[in-house]
């Protein structure tokens, strides 16, 4: 059993300046102790009902803990303590702490009773441990049926859960704080699930879904913050007093940050140092935040932004908080990484592709744009199956009446008039080429300009007397209505048995305003922006389960909802618009922080870049891309003919090491971050037999001899075959004194395989 509990009878004397004498208390604590793998995370039960968090870090596998309360300093314990109860509230470590009670810090709870309090006290009331994890439910409410919330799983012999209930005794909201520690992970995640077990109902203010207080402050804050076409790059500041954070009102988990914060010792770099990495499963507002209080503790919290949040919860009613999935490692930053990598592998992805090469793909995006027909795509099919491509996928244009982007979207139509043909000639042809077909959705969007809007203008969000705000020419659908979501599904459906389509790419290209629903009555409307994220997992699991062959592709305006939410559904995403190979270096570098290369969507593109004007080789671009799903992005017809030639051996080698790609670990070797002249990565097979080392060369300098590099994850006592120049080293000697690497010229990469022989 990972999960234990512990009761101690504590005998305390301490010297109470107030009272001029030594005051003795006992207490009687309920110690829960949760080992995951070599992690170990501790929580107390107080006599007084308080819930305390005790420890965070590298298993210790001591019994006895409690001694990390100070429970013996000033402020004591608050049954001994009534004169100043305050103090203590502002003092103690603890798991979920409320508003309005003397902690001071970042509350995680906050309600807004039937008289109009917002102050509230959850007390310990039960707890119950048992294996396995449980699924998240979101029960219905409005008309709305049970919606399962994305969640990593894990069977009864691979985790084992805690749950604590607690209970406001006024307002009768009961908080389960749900926790499950991983057996062979390093990985302890949380949530949380309210009721209303009063007699009246309670507005839910704010319902985060993890805090943890930890001891002191010696850490950096690292998070992955960026913008349209540079999502996730890496920003590492030291704490400060006071809050410091990242989040999200945009609806979606945005390019600008992503749900992920670390804590890290400030000497942890990749293999060294501790790093606690919090990742919340959920793609929309959210908040990541460290706060440093007064004593130089650390509150670091994580769950749905309270900004515009609030939910009525009924009588009898749930709110199920979403999961927040945290690392601990005690070897740096890559171990960490690693672990989310497991992680989301083995525990969060789901379907058919989970454990499964992708189809090499070619998307049209960057080769037509909106100006394409059925036989232009059968040309650039053609001659793409010639070249050992697996997949056409058609993106946005082939319904309504699109050709450009003001109209048509909600009208989910085939645009014969355009395309020339049925949507079924286009895709048998192109699998009589031997190819599969995969076509782009964006089913949250409607355009001004198109039968649906006009139909229906009150299904898209908005407010009665305001200007919608209108963004990419497209307004936002009401998520949060069945009927919407309801009548997208169906003609998506059509379009889906129309032909043999074997993917589809989700995008969603803008973000909330005037966030109103039409249907929802003014006591639950602020509920709309997670109703809506509700609704979006609920349209993607239909989808999903009713068409398990189809692979998903999630995408947001490139990557501004690549989250542990969408993973669930959608085994990769589309990593950024920007597929220039040198600033995915940084894209994919912060990406892989916390997410696995096996989820990373990336092509090769044409050059000059459509998007930075750069030009860089076309086998930097193809190893570059190889560090995630891989496939075309440019008109295979008309690149240059040394490019088109260099295809065939791509895709070869994309095949050869994708496996090590997909399930090996990943090592970073270089930071673009902090040098960014060069850049080199290593993925090593689970039991080390094999690894694929890359480097790229981003500038050359003059007068430089070779460049020394350490390479990393190898078995030390194993030999290795150097697969470029057949030399045989050790792992010991690789990894300690390293292989020199040289290249000529800007923007240049090299790939050396080793074999253990
Ligand atoms: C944004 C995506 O990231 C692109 O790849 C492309 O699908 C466009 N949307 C289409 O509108």
């Known amino acids: 059993m990972s999960i234990r509990e512990a009761v101690f009878e504590k005998d305390y004397t301490r010297?109470?300046?107030?009272?001029?004498?030594?005051?003795?208390?006992?207490?009687?604590?309920?110690?829960?102790?949760?080992?995951?793998?070599?992690?170990?995370?501790?929580?107390?039960?107080?006599?007084?009902?308080?819930?305390?968090?005790?420890?965070?870090?590298?298993?210790?596998?001591?019994?006895?803990?409690?001694?990390?309360?100070?429970?013996?300093?000033?402020?004591?314990?608050?049954?001994?303590?009534?004169?100043?109860?305050?103090?203590?509230?502002?003092?103690?470590?603890?798991?979920?702490?409320?508003?309005?009670?003397?902690?001071?810090?970042?509350?995680?709870?906050?309600?807004?009773?039937?008289?109009g309090m917002s102050s509230c006290k959850l007390k310990y009331k039960s707890h119950r441990i048992y294996k396995g994890?449980?699924?998240?439910?979101?029960?219905?409410?409005?008309?709305?049926?049970?919606?399962?919330?994305?969640?990593?799983?894990?069977?009864?012999?691979?985790?084992?859960?805690?749950?604590?209930?607690?209970?406001?005794?006024?307002?009768?909201?009961?908080?389960?704080?749900?926790?499950?520690?991983?057996?062979?992970?390093?990985?302890?995640?949380?949530?949380?699930?309210?009721?209303?077990?009063?007699?009246?109902?309670?507005?839910?203010?704010?319902v985060l879904s993890a805090c943890v207080d930890m001891p002191g402050s010696d850490y950096d804050f690292i998070t992955l913050n960026g913008s349209w076409a540079r999502e996730r790059a890496v920003e590492r500041t030291p704490l400060r007093t006071g809050k410091q954070s990242v989040d999200s009102v945009r609806g979606e988990s945005s390019h600008q940050s992503n749900p992920f914060m670390a804590l890290v010792s400030h000497n942890a770099d990749e293999d060294g140092g501790e790093a606690y990495g919090f990742n919340f499963v959920y793609s929309g507002n959210f908040i990541a935040q460290a706060e440093v209080d007064q004593h130089g503790s650390t509150r670091a919290v994580m769950g749905i932004n309270p900004c515009d949040f609030s939910w009525r919860l009924g009588?009898?009613?749930?709110?199920?908080?979403?999961?927040?999935?945290?690392?601990?490692?005690?070897?740096?930053?890559?171990?960490?990484?690693?672990?989310?990598?497991?992680?989301?592998?083995?525990?969060?992805?789901?379907?058919?592709?989970?454990?499964?090469?992708?189809?090499?793909?070619?998307?049209?995006?960057?080769?037509?744009?909106?100006?394409?027909n059925t036989e232009k795509l059968i040309d650039i099919a053609k001659k793409a199956s010639e070249l050992g491509i697996e997949m056409l996928v058609m993106d946005d244009g082939w319904f309504g009446h699109r050709d450009s982007d003001d109209s048509s979207l909600g009208d989910w139509f085939v645009y014969e008039k355009k395309l020339g043909s049925s949507l079924k000639y286009l895709v048998d042809e192109v699998n009589k080429l031997g190819m599969k077909f995969g076509i782009?959705?964006?089913?949250?969007?409607?355009?001004?300009?198109?039968?649906?809007?006009?139909?229906?203008?009150?299904?898209?969000?908005?407010?009665?007397?305001?200007?919608?705000?209108?963004?990419?020419?497209?307004?936002?659908?009401?998520?949060?209505?069945?009927?919407?979501?309801?009548?997208?599904?169906?003609?998506?459906?059509?379009?889906?048995?129309?032909?043999?389509?074997?993917?589809?790419?989700?995008?969603?290209?803008?973000?909330l305003t005037e966030t109103g629903s039409h249907m929802l009555p003014a006591e639950h409307q602020r509920e709309i922006w997670h109703r809506y994220v509700?609704?979006?997992?609920?349209?993607?699991?239909?989808?999903?389960?009713?068409?398990?062959?189809?692979?998903?592709?999630g995408c947001s305006g490139g990557g501004a909802r690549f989250d542990p939410g969408m993973l669930f559904f959608a085994p990769q995403i589309w990593c950024s618009d920007d597929t220039d190979a040198i600033e995915r270096l940084k894209i994919q570098y912060g990406t892989s922080i916390c997410y696995p290369a096996s989820a990373m969507g990336a092509h090769v593109s044409d050059c000059p870049n459509h998007v930075l004007g750069r030009t860089c080789p076309f086998a930097t671009r193809g190893d570059v891309a190889m560090v995630g799903t891989f496939g075309y992005?440019?008109?295979?017809?008309?690149?240059?003919?040394?490019?088109?030639?260099?295809?065939?051996?791509?895709?070869?080698?994309?095949?050869?090491?994708?496996?090590?790609?997909?399930?090996?670990?990943?090592?970073?070797?270089?930071?673009?971050?902090?040098?960014?002249?060069?850049?080199?990565?290593?993925?090593?097979?689970?039991?080390?037999?094999?690894?694929?080392?890359?480097?790229?060369?981003?500038?050359?300098?003059?007068?430089?001899?070779?460049?020394?590099?350490?390479l990393r994850g190898l078995d030390e006592d194993a030999y290795y075959r150097n697969e470029e120049n057949g030399s045989v080293i050790s792992g010991k000697l690789l990894m300690n004194a390293g292989i020199y690497v040289s290249a000529s010229g800007d923007y240049v990469s090299k790939t050396i395989a080793f074999t253990r022989v």
Not at 70 to 88: A, H, Q, S, V, Y
Not at 363 to 368: D, G, L, R, V, Y
Request: glycine content about 6%; aromatic content about 12%; some cysteine.
């Open 534 to 553: 509700l609704g979006v997992y609920d349209l993607m699991n239909r989808l999903t389960t009713d068409h398990p062959h189809i692979l998903l592709e």
């Open 133 to 206: 994890k449980p699924e998240l439910i979101q029960e219905g409410s409005l008309g709305e049926s049970a919606i399962r919330l994305p969640a990593t799983f894990a069977d009864e012999d691979e985790a084992d859960t805690l749950e604590i209930t607690c209970i406001d005794e006024r307002s009768g909201i009961e908080a389960v704080l749900v926790y499950t520690a991983f057996n062979d992970l390093d990985v302890i995640t949380r949530s949380v699930r309210l009721k209303n077990t009063g007699s009246r109902p309670v507005d839910i203010r704010r």
């Open 440 to 511: 782009w959705f964006e089913p949250e969007m409607v355009s001004p300009d198109s039968e649906l809007f006009r139909k229906h203008p009150d299904w898209a969000i908005g407010i009665d007397g305001m200007e919608r705000t209108m963004s990419r020419q497209q307004y936002v659908l009401d998520y949060s209505r069945k009927d919407v979501r309801d009548y997208v599904y169906s003609m998506m459906s059509d379009v889906l048995e129309s032909a043999n389509i074997e993917y589809i790419k989700w995008d969603m290209n803008r973000q």
């Open 15 to 115: 010297y109470a300046w107030q009272l001029g004498k030594n005051v003795s208390y006992t207490e009687k604590i309920t110690e829960f102790i949760l080992q995951a793998k070599d992690t170990e995370y501790a929580i107390a039960v107080l006599d007084g009902g308080y819930i305390a968090h005790i420890y965070f870090g590298r298993r210790v596998d001591d019994e006895d803990l409690t001694y990390l309360l100070r429970l013996d300093e000033n402020p004591f314990t608050p049954k001994t303590n009534e004169r100043d109860l305050g103090t203590f509230m502002d003092c103690l470590p603890t798991e979920y702490p409320c508003f309005g009670v003397g902690d001071y810090r970042e509350p995680c709870l906050m309600i807004m009773d039937a008289d």
């Open 633 to 710: 992005e440019l008109d295979v017809t008309r690149i240059p003919e040394e490019d088109r030639a260099m295809i065939p051996a791509q895709i070869e080698k994309f095949k050869r090491y994708n496996p090590l790609v997909r399930t090996g670990d990943q090592y970073r070797i270089g930071n673009i971050f902090k040098d960014n002249t060069w850049d080199a990565w290593m993925f090593v097979s689970k039991d080390k037999s094999e690894a694929l080392f890359t480097f790229v060369q981003v500038m050359s300098r003059p007068n430089r001899r070779s460049r020394l590099i350490r």
């Open 315 to 372: 009588t009898g009613e749930t709110l199920t908080a979403p999961e927040v999935v945290m690392v601990y490692s005690d070897s740096g930053i890559g171990k960490m990484s690693r672990t989310f990598h497991d992680l989301y592998r083995g525990h969060l992805i789901r379907g058919e592709y989970r454990d499964k090469r992708r189809p090499v793909l070619i998307n049209n995006w960057e080769a037509t744009y909106f100006d394409f």
